[in-house]
């Protein structure tokens, strides 16, 4: 299996934290860019961030300052730590490993994962 498995997800409160984690399959991660999509009913799927694998990031508009994206290479995982959460962070996550060229993160095929589900609701 070469699809990333993602967890975490769950039900919080506005201005709650949660983190979601993205093991990646596979001896290549070391050298794997990997990113956090997310797709809310009715919505277009959008990035949330995106983190190559020397370390630079990217994070979409509406989330700067209140998540980050990390690795640890030890483990095949990629995280991402939610704060501040807002009711229209509630989506569908999923992580994806991408090429990242020319700052657009481009899913590889077939290297999707299915997804957890984020709801943030008083």
């Known amino acids: 299996q070469v699809q990333p498995v993602e967890s975490g997800g769950g039900l919080v409160q506005p201005g709650d934290s949660l983190r979601l984690s993205c093991v990646v399959p596979?001896?290549?991660?070391?050298?794997?860019?990997v990113a956090w999509f997310r797709q809310a009913p009715g919505k277009e799927r959008e990035l949330v961030a995106a983190?190559?694998?020397?370390?630079?990031?990217k994070y979409g508009d509406s989330v700067k300052g209140r998540f980050t994206i990390s690795r640890d290479g030890t483990k095949n995982t990629v995280y991402l730590q939610m704060d501040s959460l807002k009711s229209e962070d509630t989506a569908n996550y999923s992580c994806?490993?991408?090429?990242?060229?020319?700052?657009?993160?481009?899913?590889?095929?077939?290297?999707w994962g299915r997804g957890t589900q984020v709801t943030v609701s008083s």
């Open positions: 994806a490993v991408v090429a990242l060229v020319s700052g657009t993160a481009i899913p590889i095929r077939g290297r």
């Open positions: 596979g001896r290549a991660f070391s050298r794997e860019s």
């Open positions: 983190l190559h694998f020397t370390g630079n990031s």
